[in-house]
């Protein structure tokens, strides 16, 4: 990691956390509950979000959205987070940095062996707090994909899955797709 010479006078912790990883030329990072994590997705993990990607952005693309994995700032709290694809309005990326949960479509986090549960409990959990409406899990160690929405201050309050993979899945509005998870097993 090359950081960028700034100079920056934090008046709090978590301001001066973020800014950090920010700065942080050519690496992809999050802050999950105050621990910073390096991203280092394998190709099977980028081959499911590319998949996702590419299915959704006939209806992206309609919406007048783009599908991507920026960053995401959870306010009041030690996270950031990239999420392996947002689907966000594109009049809000125009000069944006990060963005915030509630002001996606879709967030979707794909497991991997070594942050599993950090997407199954903690990113759930928190993307539900702050509002994002839907958060699709694609679960690579239980091949499984379940979808939240109706979020609110404990948790989301309407669950779809855990399907296996294979199943379609029905992604609601605005989408109003069926998601192929068939391409989804290895």
Same mark, same amino acid.
């Given at each position: 990691?090359?950081?960028?010479?700034?100079?920056?006078?934090? +008046?709090?912790?978590?301001?001066?956390?973020?800014?950090? &990883?920010?700065?942080?030329?050519?690496?992809?990072?999050?802050?999950?509950?105050?621990? &910073?994590?390096?991203?280092? /997705?394998?190709?099977?993990?980028? #081959?499911?979000?590319?998949?996702?990607?590419?299915?959704?952005?006939?209806?992206?693309?309609?919406?007048?959205?783009?599908?991507?994995?920026?960053?995401? +700032?959870? *306010?009041?709290?030690?996270?950031?987070?990239?999420?392996?694809?947002?689907?966000?309005?594109?009049?809000?990326?125009?000069?944006?940095?990060?963005?915030?949960? +509630?002001?996606?479509?879709?967030?979707?986090?794909?497991? #991997?062996?070594?942050? !599993?549960?950090?997407d199954r409990i903690v990113k759930?959990?928190?993307?539900?707090?702050?509002?994002?409406?839907? $958060?699709?899990?694609?679960?690579?160690?239980?091949h499984t994909c379940t979808l939240?929405?109706? /979020? !609110?201050?404990? !948790? $989301?309050?309407?669950?779809?899955? *855990?399907? #296996?993979?294979?199943?379609?899945?029905?992604? /609601?509005?605005?989408?109003?797709?069926?998601?192929?998870? #068939?391409?989804?097993?290895?």
């Open positions: 990691m090359s950081a960028q010479p700034h100079s920056y006078a934090a +008046d709090d912790p978590e301001t001066a956390l973020k800014y950090a &990883i920010q700065h942080l030329e050519g690496d992809r990072v999050q802050i999950v509950e105050g621990v &910073i994590t390096l991203m280092s /997705p394998s190709w099977d993990h980028e #081959s499911l979000g590319d998949s996702i990607r590419r299915q959704i952005d006939p209806v992206v693309r309609r919406l007048g959205c783009i599908s991507g994995a920026g960053d995401l +700032d959870l *306010p009041g709290t030690p996270n950031w987070y990239v999420p392996d694809v947002a689907v966000v309005p594109k009049e809000l990326t125009k000069g944006a940095g990060a963005l915030l949960p +509630d002001q996606t479509l879709l967030i979707v986090e794909v497991t #991997s062996d070594s942050n !599993g549960d950090t759930r959990r928190r993307y539900a707090e702050f509002g994002a409406p839907l $958060y699709l899990l694609v679960d690579r160690q239980d939240f929405s109706q /979020p !609110g201050e404990i !948790g $989301y309050q309407q669950v779809d899955g *855990p399907h #296996s993979f294979g199943k379609p899945l029905r992604l /609601p509005d605005p989408f109003n797709f069926d998601l192929d998870t #068939s391409e989804f097993r290895s």
